[in-house]
């Protein structure tokens, strides 16, 4: 027998080999006589050989995938560095950063106070919730549970007020239910959402470092109105919200992007193993 045919093969009775063990009077785990005993097939040399081949290209293919997937992650944190960088005190490596020094004249520096309105999220109990599909987005980067009410729509920029995630900094484009968190509305005059979106969670780990409190953390709003942000013209932030939408979109959307191909693969690597690894018992 082939080893790595046999790997393949143990691999699909992970359940199987999870019940051998439970029912061995209750104690758990797997010991060699299990293992010994248990059946597996044997096809001829030249089937695993071919089953082996099959699975090792899907196997190689989604490893090609996640590297290309974790390059395109560098990728995008080096162009969103470059991009949002506006210090006069910028290091010359870059090129891209060197570009955008010369357009500081046309930048400012504010507070974000001054150019964008926070509303606090309203507290909710299981009792007020009804049936729905609205995301009720409270302290983390995920929806804690879904609504049938909203009180946030359209883009909302998110601010986790307590736990562990306080300072958390997220995105959304649909209506959800705001509960244990700010939102940040500024000024569309001057200030893209998407862009001070993206500017904030580059800045992220300044925002986490604002939350005071050893026992349970929280971001106080008067903390993020004093936060520096830089406003470029309407016309530059759109440019840079753009090619930055579209390493996002590259990298997480579950959709069209790198994550979607990866578990497009995922799923037709398992469909085949199971396939090729299902075999009827000679009479």
Do not use: C
């Amino acid at each position: 027998m082939i080893s790595d045919f046999l790997y393949y093969f143990l691999r699909t009775q992970y359940q199987k080999l999870r019940g051998v063990s439970a029912g061995d009077g209750g104690r758990g785990g797997l010991n060699l006589k299990m293992i010994r005993s248990y059946r597996i097939p044997v096809p001829p040399l030249e089937v695993q050989r071919e089953i082996v081949k099959v699975l090792d290209a899907f196997t190689e293919l989604e490893a090609e995938l996640e590297a290309e997937l974790e390059a395109r992650r560098r990728q995008y944190q080096y162009y969103r560095d470059a991009l949002l960088t506006f210090d006069e005190h910028m290091s010359g490596a870059s090129k891209q950063a060197s570009k955008q020094a010369s357009k500081q004249a046309s930048i400012r520096w504010t507070t974000l106070g001054e150019v964008a309105t926070f509303r606090r999220g309203t507290a909710i109990t299981g009792k007020q919730t009804t049936q729905g599909n609205v995301p009720v987005v409270a302290n983390g980067p995920a929806p804690v549970y879904f609504h049938g009410d909203s009180n946030r729509q359209g883009e909302t920029v998110v601010v986790a007020r307590s736990g562990a995630n306080a300072g958390f900094v997220s995105y959304w484009n649909q209506p959800i239910f705001l509960t244990d968190a700010f939102s940040v509305h500024p000024d569309d005059a001057v200030l893209l959402p998407r862009f001070i979106f993206h500017f904030l969670q580059k800045r992220q780990q300044a925002v986490y470092s604002i939350k005071k409190g050893s026992g349970v953390p929280h971001v106080q709003v008067k903390e993020l109105q004093s936060f520096k942000v830089p406003i470029p013209p309407l016309d530059e932030q759109a440019r840079i919200v753009a090619i930055l939408d579209k390493f996002d979109a590259l990298i997480n959307d579950l959709g069209s992007g790198l994550p979607a191909e990866i578990k497009a693969r995922g799923q037709q690597y398992e469909h085949y193993r199971d396939r090729l690894l299902t075999f009827r018992e000679a009479a």
